[in-house]
């Protein structure tokens, strides 16, 4: 039987989310009367995610489990999800019901009209802080602005792809991987529906500040070389200041008679200000050298205890 819908869920200790999240996709994509499947990832859970999944899937002929050897990430999750779906349009979401699969319904309308992306914008979001939000907000425009690819603002992996799009996806194996970048870097028809984003079931956020701040490093240095431009104006502004240093020194001191730029502290300031900027810059390098390295190993993305057979 040809499956119509894959959903993929990740999964990272949401024990207390997963028969809640089975409810009601269940009840949402039974009503479509098209044959579906669900694909939950557990990402290396050490919370009783990993045998609730077994148990759902046992329950349910429905439920696929994927099980990685360890934790690997949320958007490795993702991957491996897609790797996995034998549906004709995959419908990525998170676990921890934050995305309401109602919406699934209005995706999947708007894949019926031909579009092969249908992300979903958030119009609202409930329950997070006014940190999050600020923070969220500008990375999505900065993002927006710097990048080449124009990736949608205020959207996250909450969105259905057709297979056409997924078996491109497929392909693209970097290490670093910013999944909303890369189905907006592949193309085809893509639009957005608005929906409005729930506070969590329960549980705890996964993307604290520091996994925050290493998701916008890989969605900036996946797709911008802002970054290097950086870091070579930095260079232009500290040669250019070098350069108008020198009549402005001369000046004081040949026809003002002023030794203002006299003694030790003037030659540790300047000492400081440019040995930051080539440590920045090379920083900035650092990044990007890290990235190409990790590529080069040629490891896999992620590593399988157990799973069901790759079908399409």
Do not use: C
């Not at 999947?108 to 579009?115: L, M, P, S, T």
């Not at 996994?211 to 950086?230: E, N, R, V």
């Not at 650092?286 to 993305?301: C, H, M, T």
């Amino acid at each position: 039987m040809e499956i119509t819908y894959s959903i993929i869920a990740p999964i990272y200790n949401e024990f207390d989310n997963l028969p809640e999240l089975h409810r009601r996709l269940s009840a949402v994509m039974n009503s479509t009367g098209e044959p579906w499947e669900l694909i939950l990832v557990d990402d290396g859970s050490s919370d009783g995610s990993t045998a609730r999944i077994r148990e759902l899937a046992a329950q349910d002929p429905k439920v696929r489990p994927v099980i990685f050897a360890r934790n690997f990430g949320h958007q490795i999750a993702v991957t491996a999800g897609l790797d996995y779906a034998r549906g004709a349009a995959m419908v990525v979401i998170d676990a921890d019901l934050q995305d309401p699969p109602e919406t699934i319904l209005e995706l999947a309308k708007k894949w019926r009209e031909g579009y092969e992306v249908v992300y979903a914008v958030r119009a609202e979001r409930e329950g997070e802080s006014w940190f999050k939000l600020v923070t969220a907000s500008l990375f999505y425009r900065l993002i927006y602005r710097i990048t080449d690819v124009k990736i949608p603002i205020d959207t996250g992996d909450f969105r259905l792809i057709d297979r056409q799009v997924v078996n491109v996806m497929s392909q693209m194996r970097e290490k670093h991987r910013f999944l909303r970048g890369m189905s907006a870097w592949i193309g085809f028809k893509q639009v957005g529906v608005e929906y409005k984003r729930a506070a969590r079931l329960s549980g705890e956020t996964k993307y604290p500040l520091k996994k925050m701040l290493k998701f916008a490093t890989d969605g900036i240095t996946g797709f911008s070389y802002f970054p290097l431009q950086i870091a070579t104006y930095l260079g232009f502004i500290a040669a250019g200041l070098g350069v108008l240093a020198i009549p402005i020194v001369i000046y004081s001191r040949i026809v003002t008679g002023l030794h203002a730029f006299e003694g030790q502290a003037t030659t540790l300031l300047a000492v400081l200000f440019f040995g930051g900027v080539q440590l920045i810059s090379l920083g900035i390098l650092g990044e990007y050298i890290g990235r190409i390295y990790d590529e080069v190993k040629g490891r896999p993305l992620y590593v399988v205890r157990e799973a069901p057979a790759k079908e399409k």
